[in-house]
């Protein structure tokens, strides 16, 4: 009996042991705030929406340590509409991310699923004050949408990180009949992270051919982005250049051929307050020359390490007949002007 005993208390010691080398996180965001639109040819928009300044989700994440410095992880996160409790798109159970992979402290990462592409995590980590969302987010204005946002289908490898440098590949397969290099992408960056200092280059390049039913051949899309930041502690200065050539997919407008710059400032006010400001300027450099400019602040306060509020406004100047609207995280908008009000709860 006393065997018994102590064999049963050993295997219920290994047994938690096992437990504690792996994990699973339930996570999320639920962002909603009130938008008012302004300049749109449908008239002014005033509207209660999800995912202003960070798209609003529900995700699971874990990892399990494999032994020997190896650990496997994944990712499984769906958008969600705050507003209305439906989700972001029709009929999807993970559609913002879906990747499983092994990763090693000294050999790096290995992915493969639904992913971030390096262009789109450089301008939002780096570049952009407003991290993609509020009513001031470079994707106004860079080429941020779509395809350039997330791929399906990709491999992606991440480096470790060495004396502040690190890299990321990513591939994803355009898994199209009778032609391999039919909707397939590229995306690589490098970067540098050290002390206030944060730079990061990053390239895209989108094949948007398909061949169902027949081959239609269309241009290929490459963007280049350069961003740096660097915290003066007083405040956080922000600088990116942009390169577009061709379309970044198949429903974006042909013969693309632009650049972008942004400026733009992040600095503490008081103990729990951020004020954000950015100046974006499109240059089109085909014949018909619709350029535009962003001008834009906000405003973002912590009430406790998950929870904040946010107000911002944005308005964007567009030449020779430019539509380029002003929308925040996850719209598009519909105006050339609009102001934000919300919260946000990260758990």
Do not use: C
Not at 143 to 163: D, E, F, I, K
Not at 207 to 213: C, E, F, G, L, R
Not at 254 to 265: R, T
């Amino acid at each position: 009996m006393k065997k018994s005993l102590i064999s049963i208390a050993i295997l219920g010691a290994m047994s938690n042991v096992a437990f504690a080398q792996s994990n699973v996180t339930i996570y999320g965001i639920v962002d909603a705030g009130i938008v008012s639109e302004r300049g749109g040819k449908a008239g002014s928009v005033t509207k209660v929406t999800s995912g202003v300044g960070s798209a609003s989700r529900l995700g699971f994440k874990g990892t399990e340590d494999l032994g020997g410095g190896v650990n496997a992880f994944f990712v499984l996160e769906s958008g969600i509409k705050a507003d209305t409790g439906e989700s972001d798109v029709a009929g999807s159970i993970a559609n913002r991310q879906s990747f499983v992979g092994l990763k090693s402290a000294t050999a790096g990462s290995l992915s493969l699923g639904r992913q971030y592409t390096p262009y789109y995590n450089t301008l939002a980590q780096v570049a952009d004050p407003f991290a993609a969302g509020l009513a001031g987010s470079a994707k106004n204005l860079f080429p941020a949408a779509g395809n350039n946002v997330r791929t399906s289908n990709a491999v992606v490898y991440a480096t470790p990180a060495l004396n502040g440098f690190s890299g990321e590949a990513s591939y994803a397969l355009g898994e199209q009949s009778a032609d391999n290099s039919a909707s397939r992408q590229l995306g690589l960056s490098v970067g540098y992270a050290n002390g206030p200092l944060t730079a990061r280059a990053a390239y895209n390049s989108r094949n948007n051919d398909t061949t169902a039913p027949t081959l239609v051949n269309t241009t290929m899309g490459h963007n280049a982005l350069v961003a740096v930041n660097y915290d003066f502690k007083v405040a956080k200065a922000f600088f990116a250049f942009g390169k577009d050539k061709g379309n970044f997919s198949s429903t974006a407008p042909k013969n693309v051929d632009s650049n972008e710059i942004l400026v733009g400032a992040t600095a503490p006010v008081g103990p729990a307050g951020t004020l954000i400001a950015s100046f974006i300027r499109k240059n089109d450099k085909l014949a018909s020359n619709q350029d535009a400019d962003q001008w834009a602040i906000g405003y973002s306060h912590a009430l406790s390490k998950r929870t904040s509020t946010y107000v911002a406004y944005a308005k964007i100047k567009n030449k020779n007949g430019a539509l380029y609207t002003v929308g925040n995280n996850s719209e598009v908008g519909t105006g050339d002007k609009a102001f934000n009000v919300g919260v946000k709860h990260s758990f």
